[in-house]
């Protein structure tokens, strides 16, 4: 189950400035059942200081998904993404959700090369943002266990490398 509580809670920061579509992908998620923590931010400024975990969010938790919008009053979601692709090899790249009105194709290039995951134009369906959250849950849950068994193997094996009986 998505929503299952031995599972940790899915880290999720939302950028969006503005506070009606924000209001709605927030009661997506709680309507979801996915089990989830989530930051808001509305700026450029915000989401680099957050990536970073910086000034009052030096204690943030690691991200699993980013839910980007991509015009915002002091730049663009393209700024987070350059800023972030700065900061993290890509075994450590957040997930990134691009939600955005914007339709300018030279964007979604940028976002493309950028390795966003996903790009869904504003008014958002409900159905497709929540497939596209609950997609990346199951990928989480799936590499949350195969951690666990690849450390029970290790424990199991003898330095050698052989199993112990």
Known sequence: MLGDSRTKPMEILLVEDGLVDARVTIHALRRSGLHHRLTLVRSVHEAI???KRTGIFARAPR????LLDMIL???????????????QSDSSRVTTVVLTACEDASYRTRCDELG????IQKPVSEDEFLRVVRDHKKLMIHLQQAAVTAAAGNHSRSPSG????
């Open 63 to 66: 991200l699993d998904l980013l």
């Open 49 to 51: 200081l957050f990536m």
């Open 116 to 119: 966003v995951y996903d790009y």
């Open 73 to 87: 009053p002091d730049g663009t979601g393209i700024d987070v993404l350059e800023e972030m692709s700065e900061l």
């Open 162 to 165: 052989t199993l112990r009986a």
